[in-house]
């Protein structure tokens, strides 16, 4: 519960949303399981009653270990050097060529040692256990979890099927419920952070493909903005579409469907390299998108009629027929909002090195928010996103540009339908 603790403590202290507000913390009644709670920030003059919670699935997972996570790496280090991007050939050919290098320096050093080898290696052993154990207490102690995790969701080894298929449940189960809850959200964003946001982008196209064809009977199905973004759509003019998301969104509520996920927000993604992670090859990825199974914004437009959708005939309640344009599956970002925050790396551990801009693999019509390395927080940023505006005695400093570029992203004070719960 930490973690949802932090989030909400920094969300809540952010400009416009300030510390007067009381929280509560609550038993969760949506998730499945008593150690989930909510976080309750009270509404102000500009901001709805928001509910914080926290998917927490990090215990379907086995115990982790390096090695899962080294099997993973170098199936992807390994990969014929065409089924990679292009970005990370050299990379690739340096790696290649710097094992290479270390491994022949490594048989030089041996036979140079000539009749002393064997006797120098036994002296060397408790140097080499000294170093080999640190390395692997600090890698258990601040990364392993996390990066074996990682190799666990993004290698589709079939001894890893099962938790992802659990996570993704787990996921999905639980934004139906939001939607269906007693609180009756007006809005639901989902924030992903690391590996929590390849989590989030599943769970939302799968949630997506549940609900795209829901609608009601009207007599009328006015669809004027779901046009106009068909024609955007299909001329690749990605910012114009994010600009009418909000109003298709809103327009599809109103014809009945039940959509309620307005914004994705994802921090420190490893979707910068989806290509590499979530396909085996470069065409692997591309077929991916074309045929819908992941969504981009704009959204995949179908080559014949030059829509984001398709018809559906129905009896209104008036006894009329009419056809109304359903969104296709692959269809989800164009009525939300991807919006993506990353640190750029300035050196391995000094900014964000796990993630980066997405638009290039999944359309332009994302929003990308670079920031560069704040000072002493720009090592290791990649666990720094949300970090708290308090110093130490207590005074306040200026927001750091990651919880700046969180506030405008969450955009918590709009008032969508009514001023009742995000």
């Not at 009601?216 to 024609?231: N, T, W």
Request: charged content about 20%; some cysteine; overall charge positive.
């Amino acid at each position: 519960m930490a973690t949802l603790r932090g989030f909400t403590g920094a969300i809540q202290k952010l400009g416009k949303y300030p510390t007067s507000g009381s929280t509560w913390s609550k038993p969760d009644e949506v998730s499945d399981g008593f150690e989930h709670h909510r976080f309750t920030l009270a509404s102000t003059r500009i901001r709805p009653v928001t509910d914080v919670y926290e998917l927490y699935w990090a215990h379907l997972f086995e115990q982790s270990s390096l090695r899962t996570f080294l099997v993973w790496l170098g199936r992807i280090a390994f990969r014929p050097l065409s089924q990679l991007p292009q970005r990370y050939q050299r990379k690739m050919v340096a790696l290649r060529v710097a094992a290479l290098v270390l491994g022949l320096a490594g048989l030089w050093l041996w036979y140079s040692m000539g009749a002393d080898r064997w006797a120098t290696l036994v002296a060397a052993v408790p140097a080499v256990m000294l170093v080999y154990y640190g390395l692997r207490y600090l890698l258990n102690s601040f990364f392993l979890g996390t990066i074996s995790d990682a190799a666990r969701y993004l290698d589709a080894d079939p001894r890893n099927v099962e938790a992802r298929n659990k996570v993704r449940k787990l996921g999905v189960d639980f934004l139906e419920r939001l939607h269906g809850a007693d609180r009756n959200y007006d809005r639901i964003i989902v924030c992903g952070h690391s590996l929590g946001s390849v989590i989030g982008y599943d769970i939302l196209r799968y949630l997506w493909y549940r609900k795209h064809e829901g609608h009601a009977l009207p007599d009328a199905p006015a669809q004027p903005v779901q046009k106009q973004v068909a024609a955007l759509s299909a001329a690749g003019d990605g910012a114009a579409v994010r600009n009418l998301q909000r109003d298709l969104w809103l327009e599809q509520r109103e014809l009945g469907n039940d959509w309620r996920i307005s914004d994705f927000v994802t921090m420190g993604s490893p979707l910068a390299h989806a290509d590499i992670v979530l396909a085996d090859s470069v065409d692997g990825f591309d077929g991916a998108v074309s045929s819908g199974e992941l969504p981009t914004c704009p959204s995949l437009v179908d080559p014949r009629t030059k829509d984001i959708g398709f018809p559906r005939n129905y009896t209104s309640q008036s006894g009329q027929p009419r056809t109304i344009r359903l969104l296709g599956h692959a269809a989800m970002f164009s009525v939300t909002r991807w919006t993506n925050i990353h640190v750029v790396q300035r050196w391995l551990v000094h900014g964000d090195p796990i993630s980066g801009p997405v638009a290039p693999l999944f359309g332009n019509g994302i929003h990308d928010i670079a920031l560069k390395p704040n000072g002493r927080d720009g090592w290791f940023a990649h666990t720094k996103y949300w970090r708290g505006d308090v110093a130490k005695d207590g005074a306040a400093n200026p927001p750091q540009p990651a919880l700046t570029a969180l506030e405008a992203a969450l955009d918590l004070n709009l008032k969508v339908m009514s001023p009742r719960k995000t």
